[in-house]
């Protein structure tokens, strides 16, 4: 099974902080990541996919990179309503895998 | 718009079984691979099962194969999941996911719906 090690596992940043979060694959998976935002109660929303294409409707601060086994997602200037926690999820192969998760909370 | 409704949680004694569905409208059903991803209380996402579009393909993790089934039902446009021998650490909301095309990932959720495992 492909592992998906995501990090922080948390973090705390203020409005307008640039923040990354990272996930790397225990062996290549090419481009077939997505990024999720979920919230307190609610279902996740797909931010990114294929590594680095932006879903549409979400705003163009959000952005992803990376392929092979090392991937970033990035938001460039934090927003209220961003803080939440954030998950990769490989495609690539079964059994799918989620990251552990990054919990971004208000500094 | 797509929209995805899980039903059948509750609360069920460790061994029992239980039926989830997913209605979906908004989208040529058949068209589209569907999972199911849970959340135990506190916990992270967990990838339980997809099924491709014709219903010919299904996949497990390795934590519910051989007690869960997924199927669907594409005159009906819906998703269902079989639970038998339940476990305490089944108990988790379970969501279920549209796949997108090109085989991107799921890329709409529906609202979840919790299943309790206690006695």
């Known amino acids: 099974d492909i592992q998906m090690t995501q990090s922080p596992s948390s973090l705390s940043a203020s409005v307008g902080d640039r923040v990354t979060i990272t996930c790397r694959a225990s062996?290549?998976?090419?481009?077939?990541l997505g990024w999720y935002q979920q919230k307190p109660g609610k279902a996740p929303k797909r931010l990114i996919y294929?590594?680095?294409s932006l879903q549409s409707g979400v705003p163009s601060r959000f952005s992803g990179s990376g392929s092979g086994t090392e991937f970033t997602l990035t938001i460039s200037s934090l927003q209220p309503e961003d803080f939440a926690t954030y998950y990769c999820l490989q495609h690539n192969t079964y059994p799918r895998t989620f990251g552990q998760g990054t919990k971004v909370e208000i500094k | 718009e797509v929209q995805l409704l899980e039903s059948g949680g509750g609360l069920v004694q460790p061994g029992g079984s239980l039926r989830l569905s997913c209605a979906a409208s908004?989208?040529?059903?058949?068209?589209?691979?569907m999972s199911w991803v849970r959340q135990a209380p506190g916990k992270g996402l967990e990838w339980v099962s997809t099924v491709s579009g014709s219903g010919g393909d299904t996949y497990y993790a390795d934590s519910v194969k051989g007690r869960f089934t997924i199927s669907r039902d594409n005159s009906k446009n819906t998703l269902y999941l079989q639970m038998n021998s339940l476990r305490a650490e089944d108990t988790a909301v379970y969501y279920c996911a549209k796949g997108s095309v090109g085989g991107y990932g799921p890329d709409y959720w529906g609202q979840g719906t919790l299943v309790t495992v206690s006695s």
């Open positions: 908004g989208l040529i059903f058949s068209n589209y691979a």
């Open positions: 294929a590594a680095s």
């Open positions: 062996q290549g998976i090419r481009n077939d």
